[in-house]
Every structure is written in C-alpha cells, then in structure tokens.
C-alpha cells in the first residue's frame, strides 16, 4: 500500500512559510533633476565674462557629480535586488524541479498501483465466481458432494475465508484510492503555488533591472556632461588666462580665485602671518580650516602652489597626484623643485616644452621652487599659466613666464 509522502508534507509547509522578496523600488532623483542644462559656449570676451561661465559650468558639475553619486547607490541597490531575486528564482526553480521529480515517481507508483489492482481484479473475480457458485448450493448439497466431514468443514471455511479476502480487497482498492488522490491534490496545489511565486519573483526582477538600466543610462548622461564642462572649462580657463596677459603685458596678475574651492582657508597662525617668515604653531604658508586642518585630500597644502597645481590638473586631466607619489618632494620638507625624479619615475615626460594638454610648470628655483599649471601657449611660444602663492601670499594669479631658464615642463598623460 502507498503512503503520503513525508517530504511532500514537509515540501509544503516550507513554501508556504516563504515570503517572497518584493524590493521596494528607490525613486530615481533624476526626476526632479534636469539632464538639459547644456554646456557653455567655450568663448568669453572678457575676465568677468570668463568667471561667471568658469562658475555656472563649476556649480553644474558640482551638482551632477552630487547627482551621480545619488544614482551610483541607487544602482548598487537595484543590482542587489536583481541579485536576490535571481537567487530566490533558482530556489523556487529548484523546488518545482524535486516537485517534478516526486510527480514522476508518485505517476510510477500510481502506475504500479493499478498493474496491482488489476491482479487483484483478476483474483477477485475468480473468487468471485467460486463463491457464487457455492453459494448457490445448500448445506446438505454441500455436504453431499463432500468425501467427508473433514472436506465439508474444509469448504465451509474455504467458502468464510474468500468472503472475508473480498472485504479485504474492497477495503484495501477504496484506501489506495484516497491516498492516491490525496497526493495528487497536494502535488496540483504545490505546482499552483511555486507558479505563481515564479511569477511575481520574475516580475519584480524586471522591474528592478529596468530601474538599474535607466540609472545606468543616466549616469552615462550626467558623465557625458562633466565631460563636455570640464573641456569647456579648459578652454575658458586658457582664454581667461590670455586675456589677462594681453591686457596687462608680461609678469603675473591677481584677480579672482582660479575656482579653487579652497580660496577661504583661513592662516591657522595665531598672529595671523601665514607669509615666508612664518609664525606660532604652524610656521610658512599655514593656510587651512580650524582648529588645525592644513591638507586636502590628496595630500597637499591649502593655498600653496602644490595644492593648486595640482588640484587644477585633476579638474581637466582627471588625474589625481597625492603627496605620497613625491618621496623626494617629502624627504626635501616639502620643496616642489625636488620634484621632477618623482614626476620621471611616474613615467612622466620632463623637457623644456610648454606645448600640449595638461602641462605643469616646474620652477626649480628658490628656496622651495614653485608649481604652475600652464593654461595656453601664446603665440610667441611663451607659457601662461595660472598658480597660487607665487607672492607668498596664498592668492591665485595668472601670467605669462618670460623667463624660463629654471622652469621644466611636465606632460601628464
């Protein structure tokens, strides 16, 4: 006889215990946010012209990396949720695989259930007749066609016995029955049950992939704008620069701060002389934020040559040198004029031409030397450049080198 099975029992109860993961879907921010805020014609007539158009394209790029930044967690959030669901597809995938596998084997045994039920068919009809034609005779006729008393008793309790094999039989066909149909029940309700949780968990992983590739989309969007600032940016830069020294001759100019975000750093000395001659706690160009922040992220001081330099390099080369790149610059106590060994062990070319994108000037002079970034070349093959501190003051100023006898350019690949 078949029993229920236990681990069908068991199968059940823990599918129905299962939640399926419905992730909530993160509403995109792009929504309230304008991909269309376009790009700057990269021309200026003048120095405030050239700043406002070097600020607007600043505040946008300062907005679309915040967006970006946004859209790069929602991405890593839908992506997680794809993940989970596929995990939770495989799971119900490999339940209605054992399901699969426990119908075929329950169908085998229904099968030989029934070759066993026609046997017994067969039996039972044969008994069946025997006892109908025994019972069609009368104790004495029974009696009369017995050898002797010993085969009358026998038949008599023949005849008990195939009454009783029939009830057994009946009894047994009806149970076998009810088991069969009950698991036939339980396996239809499992298939209906992992179907529909298949469904829902597909549904939901396509809408979190929908969501991952329009975040993607518009990521791909907002990096297509910083880009497009950022060359914009370069060229007004340049023509800013140009301006300035064809408006006032040679030597250097201030005005404005570049766009260096750290243009407010305050001198963090107690007397307030941040100049070459220094003062208590922090000494020489000790410019920062209180109580005692002297460094940006990479590394370098706030409004000294290095921190511009290399700051404005980043801005349009998208390369970013920490202090830690420099050894020699370090063990020198700071001195950027040791630099070049470390720029050539970068794999940095050094020469003596000012010509090409993202080129550093390398004063190699004075006491510490001193970092440019060179902005255009005029048409006289003369570097301009914008830069901080070059008056000790921590002020941006920009110019043209006429003299550049101890200045070595550096090319950033």
């Not at 909530?24 to 700043?51: E, K, M, R, Y």
């Not at 201030?254 to 007397?271: E, F, I, K, M």
């Amino acid at each position: 006889m078949l029993k229920t099975s236990q681990k069908h029992q068991k199968l059940i109860r823990r599918l129905r215990s299962t939640p399926v993961l419905f992730v909530l879907s993160v509403l995109l921010v792009a929504g309230s946010l304008s991909h269309g805020f376009g790009v700057f014609a990269a021309t200026c007539s003048n120095t405030t012209d050239c700043q406002q158009q070097i600020d607007g394209l600043n505040a946008q790029n300062s907005q679309a990396q915040s967006t970006l930044s946004t859209l790069e967690s929602q991405a890593g959030s839908y992506q997680a949720a794809v993940s989970a669901l596929q995990s939770q597809i495989n799971m119900i995938q490999g339940r209605i695989a054992d399901n699969q596998a426990q119908q075929a084997s329950l169908q085998t045994q229904i099968i030989a259930a029934q070759t066993q039920l026609d046997q017994q068919k067969s039996v039972l009809a044969n008994d069946l007749k025997t006892t109908y034609i025994n019972g069609q005779l009368t104790p004495v006729e029974m009696l009369a066609t017995s050898n002797n008393i010993s085969d009358y008793i026998d038949k008599q309790q023949a005849y008990s016995v195939v009454q009783d094999k029939i009830q057994d039989t009946l009894t047994q066909i009806a149970t076998l029955q009810a088991q069969l149909k009950g698991q036939k029940d339980q396996v239809d309700q499992l298939l209906a049950t992992l179907g529909t949780q298949q469904t829902q968990v597909t549904a939901a992983q396509n809408e979190q992939a929908s969501l991952l590739s329009y975040n993607e989309s518009q990521q791909a969007s907002f990096n297509q704008q910083i880009s497009d600032n950022k060359s914009a940016l370069t060229q007004l830069y340049a023509q800013q620069a140009a301006i300035i020294a064809a408006s006032f001759g040679g030597g250097f100019h201030y005005g404005g701060t570049g766009g260096y975000p750290y243009a407010d750093a305050v001198c963090l000395n107690t007397s307030g002389d941040c100049g070459p001659s220094g003062g208590y706690p922090y000494g020489p160009y000790a410019w920062g934020y209180p109580p005692d922040n002297q460094y940006d992220g990479a590394g370098w001081a706030y409004r000294n040559c290095t921190g511009y330099a290399f700051w404005r390099l980043a801005q349009t080369s998208g390369v970013t040198l920490t202090a830690g790149l420099f050894p020699n610059v370090m063990a020198s106590g700071g001195r950027i004029g040791y630099s070049l060994p470390d720029f050539r062990k970068l794999g940095y070319v050094v020469d003596k031409d000012p010509n090409g994108a993202n080129v550093l000037a390398v004063n190699t002079g004075g006491n510490f030397g001193h970092i440019m970034y060179v902005e255009a070349v005029d048409g006289n093959g003369q570097a301009i450049i914008s830069q901080y501190n070059a008056g000790e003051d921590g002020r941006f100023s920009t110019g043209t080198l006429t003299n550049t006898s101890g200045v070595y350019f550096v090319h950033i690949r």
